[in-house]
């Protein structure tokens, strides 16, 4: 009992980090929100706002963090079809 005691804190902070990652991990990889991003980042370049370089920069950033939410998209859709199949 006393052990729960000490631990139990510790899983509560241990649980809000596991909530929080999973919340940055959304916005993060939100391809919606991604593509939004690149089309902003598109017409800041053509009014002349950022840099060819720095467009540049963005631009591959957020096209591997697409690269990455399709792929954990495609993810979802593999491990909703495996469980059908049972």
């Not at 591959?60 to 998209?73: F, G, P």
Request: hydrophobic share 40%.
């Amino acid at each position: 009992m006393l052990h729960k005691l000490f631990t139990l804190p510790f899983k509560a902070v241990i649980k809000v980090g596991e909530i929080i990652k999973e919340e940055a991990d959304l916005e993060l990889y939100d391809i919606d929100y991604i593509q939004q991003q690149l089309i902003q980042l598109q017409m800041l370049l053509e009014m002349d706002e950022i840099t060819k370089e720095y467009y540049q920069e963005k631009e591959e950033e957020l096209l591997l963090r697409y690269e990455v939410a399709k792929q954990k998209e495609q993810e979802k859709w593999d491990d909703l079809e495996e469980e059908e199949d049972f």
